[in-house]
């Protein structure tokens, strides 16, 4: 077995560096909270403390023998770390939504004789992975997303839980989505579209908006007519998200009170994670592509287990399910999205038999 760094111990790093460990790799975990490596001392796992942001470091604190490294970071300086590990030759398997261009990281990466995946969450990720699939198997010239972490019951008026970074979160509301619409990339502003509803399985009815969550998808497939993700919330959710940014709630620029300073959007996502931190969560997704050989859909549910949340399980079974694929069965040199997997049927099936021992099957439909 390789040995693997696993960078960021949040919810997700953590249980990547669990999973990975009862898989039997020798996997070590590194982040620059004692609290988070304590936390993996406290499940048996094997971590240390350091900063992410100097590979030397890594080198030095987790041992010169580490051939791939899994990075599960905030995305406001994940791509920073991700290239410089690239640079320094590692493997990387990133699951972090940073917003920097990714393209110039397959340069490098072939260039220091590695390979980058990125986007290996369950949107982007996941998602990218079964539309990629979808173009294989139907020809699809269009496709949706509709991708969701909510609470497990309504709990108005967010209907969310506190299971990633809420400063994350609220990116969302504000950060431009890019579509495929009549053939032709545009960008909508995510609070001033009309919602569209969907009826969820098992779940019931859920609005959805668009959000910037394609990613790779319009590097990948820009000639397609139409492709587009959608946020999944609760029935009121986005009426109060929009009456929070009329008040002013989303903007970062600093605000200054009576003897400090601060971000409105730093303050409501902390009043946030606050209000939701413990409330049981559950991730819903819905794939529908139609091309010239038919329409193909995807849905999927996940829920809470062994004290893992819904969102932690979802995103860190596709990140163990790439890295196995990784180390198993080798990808070539440079940068690689998830959707070319899914183009890749040998490759998806593999990948599709890891994702079962993860329990995150998915049901899949033709017609």
Known sequence: MESIAIIGLGNIGLRTLWRLTNLGYRAIGLDSSLTSVKKAAELGLKAVLGDASNPTVISEAIGSNIELVVTALPGSIAYNIV???VDHGYNVVDVSFFPEDPVELDGIAKVNDSTVVIDTGIAPGYSNFLVGKAVKVVKATKGHIYVGGLSREPYPPLGIAATWSTYDLLEEYIRPARLILNGKMVSVNPLDTELSYLDFPGVGRLEA???DGLRTLLYSYP???ELAEYTLRRPGHIDFLKSL????FLEDSPLKLTGC???PRECLARMIEKAVSNIEDIVVMSIEAEGEDGLYQAFLKVYPENNWSA???ATSAFQVAVT???VEHGLPEGLIFPEKIGETLDLASILEKYLEEEKLP?????S
Do not use: H
Not at 245 to 248: D, F, Q
Not at 362 to 366: F, M, P
């Open 83 to 85: 290239r410089k590990l």
């Open 209 to 211: 908006f668009p959000t």
């Open 223 to 225: 000639n397609m007519n």
């Open 245 to 248: 940014a009329k008040l002013g």
């Open 261 to 263: 300073t601060i971000s």
């Open 311 to 313: 969102m932690a399980r």
């Open 324 to 326: 196995r694929l990784l």
């Open 362 to 366: 998915i049901s899949e439909a033709w």
